[in-house]
Each structure stands twice: as C-alpha cells, then as structure tokens.
C-alpha cells in the first residue's frame, strides 16, 4: 500500500484558488515544492502515493507525488503532478512542514463520474467541507 505525505496550503484561501496555483506553477516550468530532508520513507511515497493538501483544518484534495529531486540550496523537490483531486473531507490540524499519511488513513477520493461532489464546482465543495456537509 502506498504512503502519502500531507501538507498545509499555506496562504490559500480555497479549493479553488490552489488548483490555480498549482496550475500556473505547472505552467512556468515542472510544479514541485522544496523541503530541507528528503523523506526517510520516500520510496514508499514515489510514484505511488499523494501529496494532500490541509485547508481549513481539512484535507481537501490531494497532488500526485511523481518523485523527488534535487532543489537549489541543498534542499530537496518534491515533484507533483499538477491536477488536483478532490477528497472526501475529513478534520486534520494544520502543522509545519509535512507528514505521513498512510494509505488506510487517507480520504477516498471524490470520483471523476458527472455525478455527486465532484461535479460540484471546487469553491462549492470546499465550503460544504468546511460545513462538515460532505
């Protein structure tokens, strides 16, 4: 079973607004974020397993991790795929930097079918998420 990473979206304001920087990122050159120490665990977390995002003390959504790499200043990349999928709320205090999520503890995914939540646009579903609606 794969092992994913969480992580705050600092200085996001909705659903919404991180799927646009993600994508604008991805659009200047490879989308990754830097952090000082490489995961001990990455292998477990490369290609297999997801970067979900905390908003509003909720994971929310959740990156594709693609790998990790080398960053300026010694630091370390940690590659995502740009596309932002929907996760079934669930509460998770916010912390530093990021943490391990195992697989058995992640939100399920919201579905890509024209039905239920995930035709919602992604404002509307954060804000039921942050109502404790879905």
């Known amino acids: 079973m794969p092992l994913h990473l969480t992580k705050v979206a600092f200085a996001t ?7 646009e920087r993600l994508l604008a990122r991805a659009e200047a050159g490879p ?9 001990k ?20 959504a959740r990156s594709a991790i693609t790998g990790f790499g080398e960053a300026e200043a010694g ?6 795929d740009p596309v932002l999928v929907l996760v079934s709320a669930r509460p ?16 399920v995914d919201l ?5 239920g939540p995930a035709a919602l646009p992604p ?12």
Not at 41 to 60: C, D, F, M, P, T
Not at 75 to 80: E, K, N
Not at 111 to 115: I, L, P, Q
């Open 111 to 115: 579905g890509s079918d024209a039905t």
């Open 13 to 19: 304001t909705s659903v919404e607004h991180l799927a």
């Open 75 to 80: 630091r370390v990349a940690i590659h995502l």
């Open 31 to 39: 989308l990754f974020l830097t952090t000082r120490y490489l995961p």
């Open 92 to 107: 998770k205090r916010a912390h530093q930097g990021w943490r391990y999520l195992e697989a058995a503890d992640a939100p």
């Open 41 to 60: 665990r990455h292998e477990e977390v490369a290609g297999q397993g997801s970067l979900y995002w905390i908003l509003k003390h909720q994971l929310v």
């Open 123 to 134: 404002q509307l579903v954060g804000r039921l998420a942050e109502l404790a609606l879905i």
